[in-house]
């Protein structure tokens, strides 16, 4: 517990705990299988959010096209499960016996070179994570060694999320086009479309989520999560100080996409497909507004941001399919007029001064900033001299 308490407050633990006792224990006692699968579907983007959190919100780097990554987990797991449900027996039926279905309906005799390594479950799940950070890391040092940043980049990964989304259906032997992979049925002959299998998953995805809060908490708390602060608001300054900004935010990037890439490699084992419809520009940018509805600033907020905007989501549209839409914009312009910090930001206002008092008996704070300790930023202006007497 000494080492916990080094890197996690008692506030940062008592949110751990009570979001581990929501997704373990009220989520599957008081929903069915059908909304429990749905609910491990949006735990899925929290991947996506938490990311966000580190990149954009403390980091200050917007990036529109975090559904790149998620899509490119997402492929590479499908494309392992794709082949495991393609053997020559189960497939006899096609022209050439032992492929994916829509290489054979795309004439394709032979499987490409570069799907031959996802016959390996541990190739595969190595992929997953060394593919967007490869793909990250490109893309970041092209940008970030140029100085590029600000609305610049964020207007280039929208741009990219476009190109690939048009590459995967325009390649439609090859990536399964528009209806993406589909009909995922076993992962090392266990069939994850039984009831079982997705109480399974849900329970894995769970604590994989816990794991990487845990994870991304560690990195907020060290150096390098202060200087993430301070590069986001002095940027010049923390250059000045001999600090190499470029391979600061290539690291937090490229971390950004991995956890990305998790997420979607979640999603296709939960879901039982993948499609480029998760890739392009709309869901990058509503990835975005998982974030900012819980809050940028924290990570704990980007996971019931997430919840709350996809519960949203299906709730309106269940219940007023012609004015879901309306609804859903009146969410995103709350976040922005009302509570422009999220989630977190409420909470810290109105419930975190009551928790506290009662839990860790510490008196009120002179008043609520909307940042946390680590939103100081960590180079301070010198004070002024004093003018001589």
Not at 3 to 21: E, G, H, P, Y
Not at 63 to 69: A, E, P, R, Y
Not at 176 to 191: A, E, P
Not at 193 to 212: F, M, Q
Request: proline share 5%; with cysteine.
């Amino acid at each position: 517990m000494t080492n916990v308490k080094s890197f996690m407050a008692r506030q940062d633990i008592l949110a751990l705990l009570i979001l581990a006792a929501v997704l373990f224990v009220v989520m599957p006692m008081s929903m069915d299988i059908f909304r429990l699968n749905l609910f491990g579907k949006y735990l899925t983007y929290a991947f996506v959010a938490i990311g966000l959190v580190l990149c954009w919100g403390k980091g200050g780097i917007l990036s529109l096209g975090q559904g790149v990554f998620f899509g490119l987990g997402g492929y590479c797991m499908a494309m392992y499960l794709k082949l495991e449900s393609s053997t020559p027996e189960a497939t006899a039926i096609q022209s050439t016996p032992g492929i994916p279905d829509f290489m054979d309906w795309n004439q394709i005799t032979e499987l490409p070179w570069f799907w031959e390594p996802f016959n390996s479950l541990t190739f595969t799940l190595v992929a997953i994570l060394v593919v967007p950070a490869l793909f990250a890391f490109v893309i970041g040092a092209a940008m970030f060694k140029r100085r590029v940043g600000g609305v610049y980049f964020a207007i280039i990964t929208q741009a990219i999320a476009a190109i690939l989304t048009i590459l995967i259906i325009g390649q439609q032997g090859y990536t399964g086009g528009v209806n993406g992979i589909t009909d995922l049925r076993t992962l090392k002959g266990w069939d994850i479309r039984t009831d079982e299998a997705k109480y399974i998953l849900y329970y894995v995805n769970g604590a994989l989520l816990i794991g990487v809060l845990v994870l991304c908490q560690f990195v907020l708390q060290s150096k390098l999560g202060r200087l993430l602060v301070a590069l986001r608001d002095k940027e010049d300054r923390v250059r000045f100080s001999g600090y190499d900004v470029a391979n600061f935010k290539i690291f937090v990037f490229c971390f950004a996409a991995v956890l990305s890439a998790i997420g979607g490699a979640m999603f296709t084992l939960q879901v039982g497909f993948m499609s480029p419809s998760f890739v392009g520009i709309v869901p990058s940018i509503e990835m975005v507004i998982f974030c900012a509805v819980g809050g940028r600033l924290s990570i704990f907020g980007a996971v019931y941001g997430t919840l709350l905007v996809n519960w949203a989501k299906t709730t309106f549209s269940e219940t007023f399919p012609e004015l879901w839409l309306f609804g859903l914009g009146a969410l995103f312009i709350a976040v922005v007029l009302v509570f422009p910090n999220g989630l977190s930001g409420l909470y810290r206002s109105y419930l975190a001064p009551h928790v506290d008092r009662w839990i860790f008996r510490k008196p009120p704070a002179g008043g609520f900033t909307g940042a946390g300790p680590l939103d100081t930023p960590a180079f301070e202006p010198e004070p002024a001299a004093r003018p001589a007497e």
